[in-house]
T-cell receptor, first 111, second 117 residues
Framework: EDKVVQSPLSLVVHEGDTVTLNCSYEVTNFRSLLWYKQEKKAPTFLFML????IEKKSGRLSSILDKKELFSILNITATQTGDSAIYLCAVIIQGAQKLVFGQGTRLTINP | EPEVTQTPSHQVTQMGQEVILRCVPISNHLYFYWYRQILGQKVEFLVSFYNNEISEKSEIFDDQFSVERPDGSNFTLKIRSTKLEDSAMYFC???????????????FGPGTRLTVT
């Protein structure tokens, strides 16, 4: 069975800290991995990673994929209270269109 | 910036009733999806739709579910006879046309919270 596991499930830090969120996967025929930020409602697309070792960056957020060790990390530097959200990792399998989601990491940034 | 929209934001229905959840995908997108998230659980895939037909569906998407694109803009999910366990947040998503060899990213709507009583 295809599986995506995120850790930690919950994380509380102070504003200004740097955080690293983890996503590991066990799937048949991996194609791509996606990160989403879910605040009140809609998951908002952050990154899609297909190749190992290539960092994707957007402002204070960055992500990288390791296809050998089957994981990805999402880094957020200089965190702000607006970064508080659930961060979802999802995988697309070759030949399929569905996203297989992890359970999410609830990130809370305290002022 | 274009967004996926969904209506209603919250729907309450009685067990056994039919509900239709509506979505307007981003206008130039070609692939459409429904997912659901039961409270406290993972987001789960229900169905994908391309070129006016279902392209993939999960085991959750049984005969009580159907999807339709009745016109050029709307994409609907119908649940024929709702059960208590259908209570969940239902997300619609859409994807742009694919570049060769690249899976398209999926953009999600705000969701419809369905409560079956």
């Amino acid at each position: 069975e295809d599986k995506v596991v995120q850790s930690p499930l919950s994380l509380v830090v102070h504003e200004g800290d740097t955080v690293t969120l983890n996503c590991s996967y066990e799937v048949t025929n991996f194609r791509s991995l996606l990160w989403y930020k879910q605040e009140k409602k809609a998951p908002t697309f952050l990154f899609m990673l297909t190749s190992s070792g290539i960092e994707k960056k957007s402002g204070r957020l960055s992500s990288i994929l390791d296809k050998k060790e089957l994981f990805s990390i999402l880094n957020i530097t200089a965190t702000q209270t607006g970064d508080s959200a659930i961060y979802l990792c999802a995988v697309i399998i070759q030949g399929a269109q569905k996203l297989v989601f992890g359970q999410g990491t609830r990130l809370t940034i305290n002022p | 910036e274009p967004e996926v929209t969904q209506t209603p934001s919250h729907q309450v229905t009685q067990m056994g009733q039919e509900v239709i959840l509506r979505c307007v995908p981003i206008s130039n997108h070609l692939y459409f999806y429904w997912y659901r998230q039961i409270l406290g659980q993972k987001v789960e895939f229900l169905v994908s739709f391309y070129n006016n037909e279902i392209s993939e569906k999960s085991e959750i998407f049984d005969d009580q579910f159907s999807v339709e694109r009745p016109d050029g803009s709307n994409f609907t999910l119908k649940i024929r006879s709702t059960k208590l366990e259908d209570s969940a947040m239902y997300f619609c998503a859409s994807s742009p046309p694919r570049l060769a060899g690249t899976p398209p990213e999926q953009y999600f709507g705000p969701g419809t919270r369905l409560t079956v009583t």
